[in-house]
Every structure is written in C-alpha cells, then in structure tokens.
Nanobody
C-alpha cells in the first residue's frame, strides 16, 4: 500500500556531504515512523536515524552530530542530510516507513541507495 523511492546516493570524498531523499506514495497512517538503515558489505543492517509523525528524532551514536533526519509531510518525503562523511559510512542505505493502523505496525522498505565514501 505504501511505496518508497530513494535517491541521492553517490561517491563522495571523506569530509564531504550528501542528502538522501525517500518519497512515499500510497495511503499514510496518522501515526507513523520513517527512518534510515544501512548495510555495509559483510555487516548486518544497522539503524541510522528515525523521525516520527510528531517530529521526534532518534540517531545512532555513530552518526550523532553529523547526520540530520527531517521530513516534509506535504511531499510525503523524508530526508537524511549526511555531513562529515567517513569511509566507515560506506553502505547501502535503506528507507523504512512504519505505519500504525490502530492495532498493528506495518513496515515498508525502499530499494536502497549506495553511498560510497572514498578518496
């Protein structure tokens, strides 16, 4: 019911910046959570950041002070501004949208966008 389309990945040098976007289409719940997860080669998928429908944000310790998550409800889009990028940030980044229908939570995932940080 919800389709997520990601964009904004690419190749950047250490210390550079990128902004990821994730546009959602379809029905949207009043109570929802949108976030970003990443998976590097040979590692498990890990939490990066989330922003709730009320505007509350949460960040992984590894990205605090460097990444900023935000959302534009009019455009049904969530963003991840990534600053001071490090080689350790290299991974496939996935957008995730969680909807609460009054009884249960449902998860929807984007296709992923590659971020590579290298000199």
């Amino acid at each position: 019911q919800v389709q997520l389309v990601e964009s904004g990945g690419g190749l950047v040098q250490p210390g550079g910046s990128l902004r990821l976007s994730c546009a959602a289409s379809g029905s949207m719940s009043s109570i929802n959570l949108m976030g970003w997860y990443r998976q590097a080669i040979g590692k498990q998928r890990e939490f990066v950041a989330t922003v709730s429908s009320s505007g509350s944000t949460n960040y992984a310790d590894s990205v605090k002070g460097r990444f900023i998550i935000s959302r534009d409800n009019a455009k049904n889009t969530v963003y991840l501004q990534m600053n001071s990028l490090e080689p350790e940030d290299t991974a496939a980044y996935y957008c995730c949208h969680q909807n609460f229908n009054g009884r249960r939570w449902f998860e929807y995932w984007g296709q992923g966008t590659q971020v590579t940080v290298s000199s």
